[in-house]
């Protein structure tokens, strides 16, 4: 329910809206109120959509220390102009599961994944050609990207982990909810639905003050 919290957050970012509540109710129900919203019927169709894992192979055409549009340090090959990314055919059918940990050497925050046999096999081949390379393995959510790491060895028994210079408890916990949500097929369906207009949300609010 977290993941699906997450998605639906995500989902309705680009709109606009000004504090938007999503909040969960009970075990397995989410409210949400969308402050100025006009297309009711597109945000529904968003909300209800199930989210989708994607892994794919990213080529760098270049490499280096850069300054991103964010304002962090990265690397050239963050930039979308200086990478490729490809299908690989591993999708979120093939993830186990996917958890926060700590690493076992550096007490780090890290993300456990865990592939079925058939992610075992596409992810083991990829490993083993990408490994020791500037190319990376991008993970994306409803085609945002999550995270893109490299690889430092092969990893051929289908788990394995993720790690970065600036993860955190609360980082990791959160790739590991978005891979989770994409992973698990959660249905989403309307339960109750009501508007407010403008002119009856300016009586209520008079009303209350009054009334304070």
């Known amino acids: 329910m977290e993941g699906v919290l997450d998605t639906i957050g995500r989902r309705i970012n680009p709109f606009g809206i000004t504090e938007p509540v999503i909040q969960l109710m009970g075990s397995n129900r989410i409210l949400v109120q969308l402050p100025g919203i006009r297309n009711v019927e597109e945000v529904k169709r968003l909300i209800g959509q199930t989210a989708r894992l994607e892994f794919k192979e990213r080529t760098c055409l270049a490499t280096g220390p850069t300054l991103l549009p964010n ?4 690397d050239l090959c963050d930039l979308p ?9 591993l999708t979120g059918e093939d993830l186990v599961r996917a958890y926060p940990g700590t690493h076992p050497q550096k007490n780090t925050p890290i993300v456990n994944v865990q592939f079925n046999s058939r992610g075992t096999q ?16 991008a993970v994306f959510l409803d085609e945002n990207e999550i995270v893109a790491p490299v690889f430092k060895q092969p990893i051929l028994g289908g788990s394995a982990f993720i790690e970065g210079g600036d993860f955190t408890p609360d980082r990791v916990r959160t790739i590991a909810i978005q891979l989770e949500s994409g992973r698990l097929p959660i249905p989403i369906e309307v339960v109750q639905e009501s508007s407010v207009d403008a002119t ?7 009303k209350s003050l009054i009334a304070g």
């Open 71 to 74: 304002g962090e340090i990265g």
């Open 122 to 137: 596409i992810f083991a081949e990829m490993s083993t050609r990408l490994y020791n390379t500037p190319n990376r393995f």
């Open 81 to 89: 102009e200086n990478h490729e990314d490809r299908e690989t055919g």
């Open 200 to 206: 009856l949300g300016a009586e209520s609010l008079r």
